[in-house]
């Protein structure tokens, strides 16, 4: 098994940015593919980005595409997500999440494992 705890969530003026972090204790954190999942309230969780155990594949929604970025470094067993261009529509608990296998998945069933979430405000 694997524990994620995220950080770096805050409150943010539209088109600042922000970059979350979760850190990974338990299993190998090179056997999972990870993802970032957001949930707003009042709407169901909905991916956001994935990335593969490696790093070298990434996946994106359309929504966040060209503007947030998701990284890993395996040594520190850590996930990141860059967010940039941060728009009031990106407000939401994101939620980091692991799942066993090499490759990304983009729906919240794929993962086994998540975190308790951080909270992002982006005021207009």
């Known amino acids: 098994q694997v524990q ?27 056997s999972y593919a990870m993802g970032w999942f957001r949930q707003a309230p009042g709407k169901e969780r909905e991916f956001v980005a994935g990335i593969n ?4 594949s990434k996946s994106y929604a359309d929504s966040v595409k060209g503007r947030f970025t998701i990284a890993r470094d395996n040594a520190k067993s850590t996930v990141y997500l860059q967010m940039n261009s941060l728009k009031p529509e990106d407000t939401a608990v994101y939620y980091c999440a692991a799942r066993d296998g090499a490759l990304v998945g983009t729906r919240s069933q794929n993962y086994a494992y998540w975190g308790q979430g951080t909270r992002v405000t982006v005021s207009s």
């Open 4 to 30: 994620l705890v995220e950080s770096g969530g805050g409150l943010v003026q539209a088109g600042g940015s922000l970059r979350l972090s979760c850190a990974a204790s338990g299993r190998t954190f090179s």
């Open 53 to 56: 155990r490696s790093g070298g």
